[in-house]
C-alpha cells in the first residue's frame, strides 16, 4: 500500500507555543489530505479536508485560526497548532487519498503541551 | 448529523470468533469500511463494502445491510495480536470524507 509518513512522531512544548505537524505522502500524489484528532481509548475526529492550492475544509467546532493548515504541493500538508494549551494534548492523525479513492493514514504525532 | 454506533468493548480468547457490529446515521452513504487501530499506531484499512452482502478477506470478514444501515466485521481463528480497537467508517457521497465510528475494543485472552 501507499505510505504515509508524519514528522514528528512526538512532540512537547509549552504552553502557548505554537507547533507544526507535516504529513507526507511517500510515492504518490495526494490531492487530498485529511487531519484528524484522536483522544485516548476515543474515536478519529475529522478535523478538516485539506486541498492542494485550496483553502482547508474544517469541520464544525474546529477553530481554523487555531488549526492552521498549508497544503502547497501534492505531497505535503501542514497542520500548526497555534498558541497551544494543554486542552490540545492530543493524538493528531493525517490521511492521504489516493487516486483511487483509497485512504491511507500516517503513524500520528503525539502532542502534549505542558 | 452523522453517528456510527459500536459496542465499546469485546472480549474473546483465542481461536474463538467474534462479530462487531456497526450501526450507522449518516447524511450520506457510499460505503462502509473497517479499520484496525493497534495503541499508539495509525489505523490500517480491513474491509470495505459498497453493497450488501459479505465480503471475506483471510480471517476477516465484513457484512453490510444498507437497508438497516447496519453491519459487522467477523474475525475468525483469534489470535493475540488481533488485540487492538476496531472502527467502521462510512465515505459518504462524493467520496468527501470518511466518518469513523465509536470504535471497539477487542481483547483476546489465551
Known amino acids: 500500500g501507499a505510505v504515509v509518513s508524519q514528522h514528528p512522531s512526538r512532540v512537547i512544548c509549552k504552553s502557548g507555543t505554537s507547533v507544526k505537524i507535516e504529513c507526507r505522502s511517500l510515492?504518490?500524489?495526494?490531492?487530498?489530505m485529511f487531519w484528524y484528532r484522536q483522544f485516548p481509548k476515543k474515536s478519529l475526529m475529522l478535523m478538516a479536508t485539506s486541498n492542494e492550492g485550496s483553502k482547508a475544509t474544517y469541520e464544525q467546532g474546529v477553530e481554523k485560526d487555531k488549526f492552521l493548515i498549508n497544503h502547497a504541493s501534492l505531497t505535503l500538508s501542514t497542520l500548526t497548532v497555534t498558541s497551544a494549551h494543554p486542552e490540545d494534548s492530543s493524538f493528531y492523525i493525517c490521511?492521504?487519498?489516493?487516486?483511487?479513492?483509497?485512504?491511507?493514514f500516517g503513524p500520528g504525532t503525539r502532542l502534549t503541551v505542558l | 448529523g452523522q453517528s456510527l454506533e459500536q459496542p465499546s468493548e469485546v472480549t474473546a480468547v483465542e481461536g474463538a470468533i467474534v462479530q462487531i457490529n456497526c450501526t450507522y446515521q449518516t447524511s450520506g452513504f457510499y460505503g462502509l469500511s473497517w479499520y484496525q487501530q493497534h495503541d499508539g499506531g495509525a489505523p490500517t484499512f480491513l474491509s470495505y463494502?459498497?453493497?450488501?452482502g459479505l465480503e471475506e478477506t483471510g480471517r476477516f470478514s465484513s457484512f453490510l445491510s444498507r437497508s438497516d444501515s447496519y453491519g459487522y466485521l467477523l474475525l475468525q481463528e483469534l489470535q493475540m495480536k488481533d488485540s487492538a480497537s476496531y472502527f467502521c467508517?462510512?465515505?459518504?457521497?462524493?467520496?468527501?470524507?470518511?466518518?469513523f465510528g465509536t470504535g471497539t475494543r477487542l481483547l483476546v485472552s489465551p
Open positions: 467508517a462510512v465515505m459518504n457521497t462524493g467520496f468527501q470524507k470518511l466518518v
Open positions: 463494502n459498497a453493497l450488501d
Open positions: 490521511s492521504a487519498r489516493t487516486g483511487y479513492n483509497e485512504q491511507f
Open positions: 510515492d504518490f500524489q495526494a490531492t487530498t
